[in-house]
């Protein structure tokens, strides 16, 4: 068998919305240096799945979207042929704001019979993406740029999945210790699919990794700086407030 440098696919505008939303925060800002691969956003087009993901060093953040049955011309019965691999798309910021800027939900038709219509060519001296809208408000509008060679990112699928497998592999408690902007980067998630949040520690108690999920379709990962300077410090607030609001002083 040979490569397929050439897939068609449809997506949903509702979810492909959502998913760019709820991971967009987690992007890096930093313009220069070791970050400049973490301020992209990447689509993984795998067997069934649309993985949407980003990372700035401290949070992760991964969004799935259901590619429609009988869309994807890559698989048969749903697998990739043997000798194909998903299809990265590395996004800058910009295009990212264009394709939500593009494909908009509305019109008379119902939000999840909208869908994208997705065309990925990666043959190397012809790398492109063409987006069309199926339904929606500008049904026919079309979105179509060159591809950015995959950078060297974080492996947000394989880091996530890891963490999801450590979930609760240890009973020990342990503290979330994080700045507060890095936990405001997941308000978008939880706009994005109207979901409250469930934080869950990962991993043993010296690991400092927890698990963010907002609904079915958004997982991501923050770490805690719970083991590092200040913890006696920490503690030592904790026995201040214990000092001050005796049990039996709160229960009375």
Request: avoid cysteine; glycine fraction near 8%; proline fraction near 5%.
């Amino acid at each position: 068998m040979t490569v397929t440098l050439n897939a068609d696919l449809q997506v949903p505008t509702a979810d492909l919305r959502a998913a760019l939303k709820a991971v967009f925060p987690h992007r890096s800002k930093v313009k220069t240096g070791d970050d400049l691969s973490e301020r992209r956003i990447r689509l993984t087009f795998a067997a069934g799945w649309l993985y949407v993901t980003a990372s700035n060093g401290s949070t992760t953040a991964m969004a799935k979207v259901e590619i429609l049955d009988d869309t994807d011309s890559r698989t048969t019965l749903g697998e990739l042929d043997p000798d194909d691999g998903p299809i990265l798309v590395d996004l800058d910021t910009y295009r990212v704001q264009q394709v939500l800027q593009l494909f908009k939900l509305g019109g008379n038709e119902d939000d999840t019979q909208q869908s994208v219509v997705v065309h990925l060519s990666a043959k190397p001296q012809k790398r492109f993406i063409r987006m069309t809208s199926l339904g929606g408000v500008r049904e026919g509008d079309e979105l179509k740029f060159p591809l950015l060679e995959p950078e060297e990112m974080p492996d947000v699928i394989t880091l996530t999945g890891r963490a999801l497998a450590e979930m609760g592999s240890d009973p020990s408690s342990k503290p979330l210790v994080v700045d507060q902007e890095m936990l405001k980067l997941f308000a978008a998630a939880g706009n994005a699919y109207a979901a409250k949040l469930e934080i869950r520690p990962t991993g043993d108690a010296e690991q400092s990794g927890f698990i963010v999920k907002a609904g079915p379709d958004f997982v991501g990962t923050v770490e805690s700086h719970h083991g590092l300077d200040g913890l006696a410090k920490r503690d030592q607030w904790h026995q201040n407030w214990l000092f001050q609001l005796p049990i039996l002083k709160v229960a009375s």
